[in-house]
């Protein structure tokens, strides 16, 4: 998989793209520390538009991003998940504590 | 149950083998023609079934993971995960949401996803000797949509 990263004006966008599991996401989470580690974003945006699957471990990496963010007084989010990594989101109840968007079309 | 197919494979515990596993399923899978989201919870599933495998199984080497499916009469698919690892003191406890002894890439939701997105799940262990994971999930025929 790949993290793409933007930042303006307070706000960082990760767009991740290709298929998030545990042999990725480690790699992944060094590269977004590193990255809200530069710009100490105010918000952070999890754009999932090109992430085509992700498991439980796209789980833990969403709600890591959000603990990252807590600890500055920021807050993230996700947007444009698709159906597949919708369902795990669903799964897993963290839409109970993370806002999340669905895609226009999956 | 009588078997219409079957595959079976073996690799070794290394996490880069979890895309093949997932893509693997989901190509043996696909002659039962499932739906989009059949095949998205079937691959899904098997993800979650081998990097627990492939995490949790072996602590100092990548000893061996089998993988077999099966398609069984009623349009019903099943998935075996194996290793002979170490296995898993108390099953129960392991299969809780959020409980994991992983690293914090994994978020102990293993176990959830796979009952959520299977059928039926079943965990067999003895410490020591390895754990086998083995799910089933009804592909529901297109006829008459």
Redesign the interface.
Known sequence: MKVLSSYQNGRLTLRLQG?L???E??AA?RKISRVMDDYLPRDCVIDMEELT?M???G???I??IARLMAETGGRAWVENAR??PL??ID???IDRLIQISTAARS | MKQRNYIKMEFPAR??N??FA?AAAAAFAAQMDPT??EL??I??AV??AV?NA??HAYPDSAGPVQMRLRILEGDLLEIMVRDRGRGIPDVKQAME?MYTTG?????G??F??MG??MDSLRVRSAVGRGTSVTMKKRIKTKAGE
């Open positions: 298929e599991d545990h042999h996401a480690a989470l699957f498991d439980s471990s789980i833990a990496l709600l890591k159906r597949q369902r795990v799964a897993s109840g | 996490s880069v979890e895309g997932r989009m989201e998205g919870d691959r899904t993800s979650e990097t492939i995490v949401p690293g914090e890439e994994r978020g939701m293993g959830t996803i959520s997105f």
